[in-house]
């Protein structure tokens, strides 16, 4: 008998409509197998789906959260566009952004006398400063001893979030706090304002919109963005020209790890006002982030549109999981879900299949 | 169509094989006869289809027209697995090995044998295949832990373990040491005296001498003969390797050469392998100059051509650009100093998801107005790529389509543009012809010569000898990262420039001074 082969054949040019086409048949072989899921779990799938939309976009409260959870999620996923186009594959924005939410903690801590003009601004820079400091240490280790940044920037996060729990549980654990393992609330100076009747901090989303247009510029409109470009497009060629690989991932790590950084201090400082445990901090927005990234094709611009996406299918998955009585874990699972189709259908857009007998 | 039957002896007949990939022709009606029993060399330049020609063969690629015959039956060839089952096998340049497991393990990787793995039957059998042949192999020891030699024996083993009866071996010697090459071709011996029969793939002339019974020569993706071994000889075959075309009559204007632009020293270079690629290397090349390097590729000139540009470091020597010692510069310096380059592997040196104009200011993004401050000004870039689109008649749909939706003649004549236009003293071009038509190596061919009539210094290296011999003022023939012989190109003489690319003839090296034709 004879088995059918499957060949892959390099396409020489990609039509302009295929990428948008191969997005959303991927979107929606993601909503069948999350269908299956929840078939599995004994729930109608289009009722879990017309559920986990109206939480997100369906109501004022839910648009209200859908916001909130974008924040940190465009903040970081802009960082990580960045970083994707420069070929630095930082998979720990989870990590930065838990470092940057201990160095807003620690501004609001130890600087407990500086008026809201000044500790707003310090609080941002002690974020990005958390943030990149925690993803210089995987580029450093990338660019002397070319170790893998996959790997060594996930690992950080662990540690990162070992980091929160120590500093939680044991010396910056609260004194009026009946033994929860939260920090004091920070000084009312160093609590970001939100907008009325709701959790969206707005200064940081502001910020957060002003910093994918940056970035769009910066990668569109100005040399070091053109040599990120050409970096990532092909090292060959940037060696070639003479451009300076170490610097260019050092920058693009700084800067991706300093966002994600900003989106940890913008959680403690916006919505909490103190530092928790990690979990209660982050429901993996750092991870999250890498969809925002990818489903945006690494354009910082559209990153707002995916980041409120993703921002409404986690309020819609909260939602969810307490109409319907689903695990936690169903929300990730959607998650890991859309971007394995996602990242997948990038393969169609490069390459033709077909089948000989 | 009809087909002459195969004679009884002929293993192998490959007939009218054509084989495109996109943007080239990479067989073009070869035809290959082998007979049971021989040492079949196939002889031919890089990029002269010996390697698809033989992937074909053992089923990778699927050939767009032709037949082949097993034996004297008619086959399609549609997987390695079926080439297998016809008795042919095939070992790569790169050998696939698993490194951390052990030979016996690597031997029978992927065979259906019993469920334990491996077996005591299988590991007697490789050794008593090894024994068979001659071959020396420790069935026990770790890929990791041998030579290139012997990781090839597996690589042998493997194929002989399936059954195979017909060997292709891809550049079996080229990461071999002198003494594991004599073994290897000892073992073949052997393989063929027991009714085996081999195909090797070369571009080293004195192995096909040594080693073969026949020869086929490929150039340009056709066969261009099988000879007997026995009654040819080395410069036959490397007349036949690189043709013997008329030269084209080039409109050549006479240059008044300047000063020393280039000037390389006693240059010593490895390659990746880490052996010697270049050796105590020295040559000039003045202001409104092209020197042409002739040789059979793989002889130390892409070694040769990155220490130059600062993309490997050479392990001795010097290296100066007008009188500049730029021997430790980095590749951004040297740009500086205007050394610019353009190589044999085109995508090197291009970013095919970028636009045209992206790819045009490679070398120059960095320079007003281009860049300013730290912006890019987009209007610029425009203007700068609209130009050189203008002025190099690059035929695009526009200066922001991808560059790789350009036809190969217009990527080349893009990326000539832009390292002529930013250059001012050194120009390298790697094979700035190869895979385009006829006219579109004409006009890259002018836009070379008016850059020598500008006073540009050129270093040329071609597979081409005619292109070298045709656009050349001076002419240096490379045979193992040494030159065997430098001449002003009115003095070239075909038959000793064959006879040096083989490496059989050396002339004493003339002094500097006289070469450079300098005041």
Known sequence: ?357 | MTIDLPEGNNTIVMHGIVKRFPGVVANDGANLTVRKGEIHALLGENGAGKTTLMNILYGIYQQDEGEIWVDGELTHIHSPNDAIQLGIGMVHQHYRLVQNHSVTENVILGLKEKFFFPTKEARKRIVALASQYGMKIDPDARIWQLSAGEQQRVEILKAIYRGAKILIMDEPTSMLTPGETEELLHILRRMTEEGNTVIFITHKLEEVIEASDRVTVLRGGKVIATLDTNTTNERELAQLMVGRDVLFKLDKQVVETGEVVLGVDDLCVTSDKGLPAVVDLSLRVCAGEIYGIAGVSGNGQRELVEAITGLRLCSQGKVTVNGVDITQKTPKTRIQHGVFFVPGERWMALIPNMSVADNLILKNYEQTPIGRGMLLDGAAVADYADGLIKQYAIVTPGRDTPIKMLSGGNIQRALLAREISGCCSLLIVVQPTSGLDVGATETIWQLLLAERERGTAILLISDDLKETLSLSDRVGVIFEGRIMGEFPVDEADIDQISLMMAGSLRLPPQPVAAAGGQA
Do not use: C
Request: hydrophobic share 55%; glycine share 10%.
């Open chain 1, 1 to 357: 008998m004879k088995i059918p082969h499957i060949r892959f054949e390099k396409r020489l040019e990609t039509p302009r409509w295929l990428p948008a086409v191969s997005l959303l048949v991927a979107l929606l072989l993601a909503m069948l197998t999350i269908g299956i899921i929840f078939l599995a779990l004994g729930v109608n799938p289009l009722v879990a789906f017309q559920r986990i939309f109206r939480g997100g976009f369906g109501s004022v409260f839910g648009l209200k959260e859908t916001i909130t959870k974008t924040i940190p999620l465009l903040l970081t996923g802009v960082g990580l566009t960045l970083a994707f186009k420069g070929r630095m594959y930082n998979i720990g924005a989870e990590g930065q952004l838990l470092m940057g939410a201990i160095f807003a903690t620690g501004v609001a801590r130890f600087l407990p006398g500086l008026p809201a003009i000044v500790m707003i601004p310090v609080l941002f820079l002690a974020g990005f400063v958390g943030g990149a400091l925690w993803a210089v240490i995987p580029a450093f280790l990338k660019t002397r001893f070319r170790v893998d940044e996959v790997l060594t920037s996930l690992m950080l996060v662990y540690v990162a979030s070992e980091a929160v729990k120590f500093l939680v549980y044991g010396p910056w654990r609260g004194t009026d706090t009946r033994g929860f393992p939260i920090t004091d609330e920070f000084p009312a100076a160093a609590q970001i304002p939100q907008l009325a009747a709701s959790r969206i901090h707005y200064p940081t989303l502001i910020v957060a919109v002003l910093l994918a247009i940056l970035v769009y510029l910066l990668l569109k409109r100005t040399k070091l963005g053109y040599e990120i470009r050409v970096t990532g497009e092909n090292p060959a060629a940037a060696h070639y020209a003479g451009m300076n690989y170490h610097k260019i991932a050092m920058l693009v790590m700084v800067i991706s790890g300093g966002l994600a950084g900003l989106a940890g201090m913008g959680e403690v400082a916006g919505i909490h006002y103190r530092l928790r445990p990690p979990d209660s901090i982050s429901p993996g927005y750092g991870f999250t982030a890498i969809i925002v990234a990818w489903l945006a094709r690494l354009n910082p611009l559209a990153a707002i549109l995916t980041s409120f996406l993703l921002g409404g299918l986690l309020v819609g998955g909260d939602a969810i999981q307490i109409a319907l009585n689903l695990p936690a874990a169903t929300v990730q699972i959607f998650n890991g879900v859309i971007l394995f189709f996602v990242i997948a259908s990038e393969l169609f857009n490069q390459y033709r299949i077909r089948l000989e007998v």
